[in-house]
Nanobody
Framework: VQLQAFGGGSVQTGGFLRLSCAGS????????MGWFRQAPGKEREFVAA????????NYQDSVKGRFTISRQKGSSTVYLQMNSLKPEDTAVYYC?????????????????WGNGTLVTVSS
């Protein structure tokens, strides 16, 4: 079981990045998927989630209207488009595969976790 996250980097306030998460078809094609982030000294927090076929999404309030999670039905890759980035978005971002096919936002409902990718937003 492997999830790989890509696309982190350093940008200035107002910039954008697109994160990708590639998983093995066996573990992610029919699973809900999510993105979490962890800033230095803080707990890992929910960012966004999508159900198995990409038809339903959910976001943390602070990223609504700026971030978009997406996937195609049958695809093992999930994306997080991040626009209008702010310094408070600075964190290590993790993708995860849920235990079910539904959209979930609780960490405990995720079974598999990928490596993190660092996003740094400077003012």
């Amino acid at each position: 079981v492997q999830l790989q996250a890509f696309g982190g980097g350093s940008v200035q306030t107002g910039g954008f990045l697109r994160l990708s998460c590639a998983g093995s078809r066996r573990t992610t094609t029919n699973n809900g998927m999510g993105w979490f982030r962890q800033a230095p000294g803080k707990e890992r927090e929910f960012v966004a989630a999508v159900n198995w076929d990409g038809s339903t999404t959910n976001y943390q309030d602070s990223v609504k209207g700026r971030f978009t999670i997406s996937r195609q039905k049958g695809s093992s890759t999930v994306y997080l488009q991040m626009n209008s980035l702010k310094p408070e978005d600075t964190a290590v971002y993790y993708c995860a595969a849920a235990r079910s096919s539904f959209l979930v936002s609780s960490r405990s409902q995720y079974q598999y976790w990928g490596n993190g990718t660092l996003v740094t937003v400077s003012s």
